[in-house]
């Protein structure tokens, strides 16, 4: 088991006290969230509860942001999404994800505003932005033991789609 990654801190929107240990899950699916009030994360979200149904059995699915708790309980509470939402303000799932910030060139690409409309048309409402807006969308998924399976963020999306046309030119 890798201990140091069980025993990360978080809290719930509420404040009361948990460490990704409790949620050890085969396999644990963390998602990564800028902050509780993006919209393109809110409507992810919503998204995941709606098909949680399809995930494996065995597997589950939280979500984890920065700060600002009050965007998580208004998510949960408004907007019915039933993942746990947990609060990591030092970031260390972040750390271990290996999930940065997002680049001034990342934060203005056309297809971001596109996901902000399409997240305003399913009934999501922005939010006050947090200093944790320049954080990275991202997923990490762990093996019971805490052990990293996979890992995923925006950044090896545009890596991956930039890629495509170095080949081409």
């Given at each position: 088991?890798?201990s140091?990654?069980?025993e ?5 929107p ?11 899950a085969?396999?644990l ?16 979200l ?11 059995a065995d ?17 949960r509470d408004?907007?019915?999404?039933s993942l ?9 799932v ?9 680049s ?16 305003m048309r ?20 762990f093996?019971?033991?805490f052990?990293?399976?996979f890992?995923f963020?925006?950044e ?12 081409v030119?």
């Amino acid at each position: 088991m890798t201990s140091s990654t069980a025993e990360i801190a978080l809290t719930d929107p509420a404040g009361k006290a948990a460490v990704l240990g409790d949620y050890r899950a085969s396999p644990l699916i963390v998602i990564l969230v800028r902050y509780f009030g993006c919209l393109p994360c809110q409507d992810y979200l919503g998204q995941l509860t709606a098909s949680r149904n399809q995930f494996p059995a065995d597997a589950d699915v939280i979500a984890v942001g920065g700060s600002a708790p009050y965007q998580a309980r208004w998510l949960r509470d408004s907007k019915g999404v039933s993942l746990p939402l947990l609060l990591d303000p030092e970031e260390r799932v972040r750390a271990v994800a290996e999930v940065g910030n997002l680049s001034v060139r990342e934060l203005t690409r056309w297809q971001g505003a596109t996901n902000y409309l399409k997240a305003m048309r399913h009934g999501y409402m922005p939010q006050v932005p947090t200093s944790d807006a320049r954080k990275a969308p991202g997923i990490v998924v762990f093996d019971p033991e805490f052990n990293k399976l996979f890992d995923f963020s925006i950044e090896d999306m545009v890596t991956r789609w930039e890629s495509r046309f170095d080949v081409v030119n």
